[in-house]
């Protein structure tokens, strides 16, 4: 059984910055693309930052490009995403999301956290 654990969330105001944690268990996490999403209050999920295996890769959305900045070790079986100069719009749910097969990307089939929430005040 593959969990995924999201920590790290919480209110911040306008440039503030946190630091969230994807925390895997039960199976191998080092072969597998993460990615971060957002959902925010009547908006579409987005996926904002995608790391590949070795964390050599990363993607990220225009929204938060220059912000945010996503990490992995290994290790540790934990995934990070760095946010930085936040602002409301930033506001969201974050959940982190293991792709279920090794070479597939975090858009295709996965596995899910169940979010932490990320207020950003004005």
């Known amino acids: 059984q593959v969990q995924l654990e999201e920590s790290g969330g919480g209110l911040v105001q306008t440039g503030g910055s946190l630091r969230l944690s994807c925390a895997a268990a039960?199976?191998?996490?080092?072969?597998?693309?993460v990615g971060w999403f957002r959902q925010a209050p009547g908006k579409e999920l987005e996926l904002v930052a995608q790391?590949?295996?070795?964390?050599?890769?990363?993607i990220y959305a225009d929204s938060v490009k220059g912000r945010f900045t996503i990490s992995r070790d290994n290790a540790k079986n934990t995934a990070y995403l760095q946010m930085v100069s936040l602002k409301p719009e930033d506001t969201a749910v974050y959940y982190c999301?293991?792709?279920?097969?090794?070479?597939?990307?975090?858009?295709?089939?996965?596995?899910w956290g169940q979010g932490t929430q990320v207020t950003v005040s004005s």
């Open positions: 790391i590949n295996s070795s964390g050599g890769r990363t």
């Open positions: 039960g199976g191998v996490f080092s072969v597998y693309a």
């Open positions: 999301k293991r792709a279920k097969y090794s070479n597939y990307d975090v858009e295709g089939p996965g596995y």
